[in-house]
């Protein structure tokens, strides 16, 4: 493969428009608007922040908006780094090119392993709320909302997950307290070098690397439900796509054997799935972007025309719907044994749809931070509870620990789900020996 003329051209006209830029504003103008940005003008956005807090791990992406006559949809850029290191400046010059190209992008940050809490579910959790944010602000900003995402490596894992995982519970549950409610829905998913099977690895690879070890918190024989939840390849049920897969055939770190796994998997679920594989191309071989890497801008190439493809088929996002839940309780928790009581409440448009009222009891496990195995006890019940999200049954036994989110720095408390990992549950209004804790949001309507 040589470089692509085109890549060239559009290099020398961004440089044009630089200048050109740059001249005009030097220029007079007596025109009272002159200082009205053209809605339709290309721009990024830089820093905003779509979740987290001063005092926690404030997550920040760059929006890179082309030329436009209507809002836009958004595709979601995940950096790769093996869950440990990275940025999103890693797929500046990445993002730079799908924006020449008409694509608009959100670039983003999210939690580390080892840097800032983004062992799994976290980085998940950060994925899919960057989803929800361009959502949630999509006014705004000027956009039509999130539409796919697309990512590298251990982006390319998230990328993957972020399409697969849209309204599972547990990743609705744990997301930012200021996006609840919004969608989550994102049908197109690019990647290239992602690990789609976690739980092969060790087969193929001789091993599992440390660090795919450290995100998922032990070795398949420690964690193999969180080896088989974290592993896009096992939620290929819940894609639409379309799907574009890009491989390098010489990648040592993660074999292209998943990709071929994914790419079938997708097949027998009949979404629409594109592998495209390079001869020569390793692990990372996008990178660098530029004219001595003919493969990576083959590859950029190929994805540009595929989001710029695809964008027509993503839905309108909807507004948040009109029911609402709100779970509240309080117990008494000296580090050893837990007492107390806890009311649901499901809500449409204001009219009380199901409640119920338990009873909590447990005691402490052994863990640090201590882990409360709390009992529910119904005490009444009242509506139709069918249906009701999030609802404990009589007897079920959740585990409850309380502990800092990284996000905000404060409190909340999660819940051990299953050996899936920990899922913020509610936010701990009150903590101590006393516990005072809600959770409260907005629902999709029921369809």
């Given amino acids: 493969m040589s470089p692509t003329p085109r890549r060239s051209r559009l290099a020398l006209l961004g440089l044009l428009a630089a200048l050109a830029s740059s001249l005009l504003a030097c220029k007079p103008d007596d025109d009272d608007d002159s200082t009205t940005p053209d809605p339709g003008a290309a721009e990024v956005i830089e820093d905003l922040v779509y979740a987290g807090e001063a005092g926690g791990s404030t997550l920040r992406g760059d929006l ?38 008409g694509v608009a992008v959100f670039n983003v940050d999210y939690r580390l ?13 950060d994925a899919l709320d960057a989803v929800r944010y361009l959502n949630t602000n999509r006014e705004e900003l000027g956009i039509a909302g999130a539409c796919g995402a697309f990512g590298t ?19 609705v549950r744990a997301g930012w307290p200021a996006l609840r409610g919004q969608s989550d829905d994102v049908p197109v998913l690019a990647s290239t070098s992602g690990i789609y099977d976690f ?17 998922l918190g032990g070795s398949p024989q420690d964690q193999p439900e969180r080896y088989q939840f974290a592993s896009p ?19 040592a770190l993660v074999e292209p054997i998943q990709a071929e796994l994914m790419r079938d998997a997708l097949d027998g679920v009949e979404v629409d799935v594109e592998l495209q594989t390079y001869p020569d191309g390793i692990h990372g071989f996008m990178f660098p972007i530029n004219e001595h890497n003919p493969e990576g801008l083959d590859a950029l190439d190929r994805l540009a025309a595929f989001l710029t493809t695809a964008s027509p088929l993503c839905p309108a996002i909807g507004d948040i719907g009109s029911r609402r839940v709100v779970q509240s309780g ?13 009311n649901y409440q499901l809500k449409d448009a204001g009219q009380p749809v199901c409640e119920r009222e338990f009873s909590t009891a447990g005691e402490t496990g052994e863990g640090s931070p201590p882990v409360a195995r709390v009992t529910y006890a119904l005490i009444s019940e009242s509506g139709d509870c069918a249906d009701a999200p999030y609802l404990p049954a009589d007897g079920e036994v959740w585990s409850l620990i309380a502990q ?17 990992g920990r899922f913020r549950w509610f936010d701990l209004l009150a903590d101590g020996d006393d516990l005072v804790y809600e959770y409260e949001a907005s629902l999709p309507d029921p369809t």
């Fill in 233 to 251: 390849i096992q939620h290929v049920g819940d894609a639409r796509g379309p799907v574009l897969l890009l491989h390098g055939e010489q990648d």
């Fill in 113 to 125: 392993v080892g840097v800032d809490g983004g062992e799994f579910p976290a980085a998940a959790v």
């Fill in 153 to 171: 490596s251990a982006g390319g894992t998230l990328a993957s997950l972020t399409v697969l995982l849209r309204d599972d519970p547990l990743m």
């Fill in 404 to 420: 800092e989110d990284s996000r905000d720095g404060v409190p909340a408390l999660f819940r051990e789900s299953e050996g899936l």
């Fill in 330 to 342: 309080s117990a008494t928790w000296d580090g050893q044994t837990w007492s107390g009581n806890e």
């Fill in 64 to 101: 890179y908006l082309p030329e436009r006559d209507a809002p836009p949809p958004v595709f979601v850029l995940f950096h790769g780094g093996g869950f440990f290191q990275g940025e999103r400046a890693d797929l500046e010059v990445a993002a730079g090119h799908l924006q020449r190209d």
């Fill in 199 to 215: 739980s092969t690895r060790e087969e193929q690879h001789g091993s599992v690397p440390p660090m795919e070890q450290d995100f």
